[in-house]
């Protein structure tokens, strides 16, 4: 059974960092596709960043280039999104998701952003609040 466990959300002040972490568990993580998405109250989920665990190659929504990280530990099967120099963006949920194809889930992102319908495992989300 595949499990995605979010932990890191919290509260923080604008300008301040803050690392979420992405555990994976019942399928093989070292060729999955994994992304993190978010979602404001009453707005649409979009994606953030994401990464084909294979080979490491990485994708960053305009937004947050520059800012935030993804990186991976397949010891433990976990990705990382170090967010750095938060913006007031209020209280948003943090999701996390997995693709076991990674692949061919990485591959289409050279064409246009990943979406939703990428990716078949979701975590239940993690609330982080950028306020002062």
């Known amino acids: 059974q595949v499990q995605l466990v979010e932990s890191g959300g919290g509260s923080v002040q604008p300008g301040g960092s803050l690392r979420l972490s992405c555990a994976g568990s019942?399928?093989?993580?070292?060729?999955?596709?994994m992304a993190w998405f978010r979602q404001a109250p009453g707005k649409q989920r979009e994606v953030v960043a994401a990464?084909?665990?294979?080979?490491?190659?990485?994708w960053y929504a305009d937004s947050v280039k520059g800012r935030f990280t993804l990186s991976q530990n397949i010891a433990k099967d976990t990705v990382h999104l170090q967010r750095n120099y938060l913006k007031p963006d209020g209280t948003d949920m943090y999701y996390c998701?997995?693709?076991?194809?990674?692949?061919?889930?990485?591959?289409?992102?050279?064409?246009?952003?990943?979406?939703?319908?990428?990716?078949?495992?979701w975590g239940p989300g993690t609330q982080v609040t950028v306020s002062s």
């Open positions: 990464i084909y665990i294979g080979s490491r190659n990485t």
């Open positions: 998701a997995a693709e076991g194809d990674g692949m061919g889930t990485f591959a289409a992102w050279n064409f246009r952003p990943p979406r939703s319908a990428d990716f078949a495992y």
């Open positions: 019942g399928f093989n993580f070292g060729g999955a596709s």
